[in-house]
């Protein structure tokens, strides 16, 4: 197990790619405020609508998954070479988002290659993160002492698991389009019953 400073710094980079990738999402919205026209900004926003749907549905995916990877990593006073693999694709699939949120933006969440790359990117970012607190689990000296033992992959899994149905629903019923994400709702509220219901007492 590496030192606590290197942890420290595992995090902050990990903090670091996700304030970047939350940034670059507006970027695109900014280049478009040089398009308003006399007719104000409400005819901006129009025009605009689809650009203004991906923004805002991405920083939403992209605070619920910096939401858990720092739920998970509060739990942590080190790591591994493993757990640091994993989290560097975690880091990569937040970076590489904008991408295809830029992409939904003009082709629209109906275009099943492009809404498929959007929902493969967060399959990686959910699984990754499911592999992340597999090894946690697995390395006990790797959690926090006041909780260890805790830890269970429930919540994760059955997030991960409806990201892959996400991910086959739009690339079978392109007409779904981004709407299967839905499907994280009751996934959430699954994974957490499941979670707290097997969910071993610390002693």
């Known amino acids: 197990m590496e030192a606590q400073r290197g942890f420290d710094r595992l995090v902050n980079l990990s903090d670091a790619v996700v304030a970047i990738a939350a940034t670059l999402l507006i970027l695109p919205l900014v280049d478009t405020a040089a398009d308003i026209r006399s007719d104000g900004v409400g005819a901006l926003v129009a025009d605009h609508g689809s650009q203004l749907f991906a ?3 991405s920083f939403a995916v992209i605070c619920r998954f910096w939401l858990i990877h ?3 990593f509060n739990r942590l006073v080190g790591y591994t070479v493993p757990l640091v ?3 560097f694709v975690w880091m990569a699939s937040i970076a590489f988002l904008p991408f295809p949120t830029e992409l939904v933006s003009f082709s629209g969440a109906g275009h099943p290659l492009t809404s498929a790359l959007y929902v ?3 399959c990686v970012a959910s699984a990754s993160t499911t592999v992340i607190q597999w090894i946690a689990i ?3 000296a790797l959690q926090d002492p006041e909780v260890r033992g805790t830890l269970t992959l429930h919540g994760s899994l059955a997030g ?3 990201m892959v149905v996400a991910l086959v629903i739009v690339l079978v019923i392109p007409a779904v389009g981004l709407w299967a994400l839905l499907l994280l709702f009751p996934a959430g509220v699954i994974g957490d019953r499941l979670a707290r219901r097997v969910r071993p007492t610390n002693t």
């Open 70 to 72: 720092h739920a998970l």
């Open 138 to 140: 697995r390395n006990p």
């Open 85 to 87: 693999s994993a989290n």
């Open 160 to 162: 991960t698991l409806a």
């Open 55 to 57: 923004f805002a549905l």
């Open 120 to 122: 493969g990117t967060m």
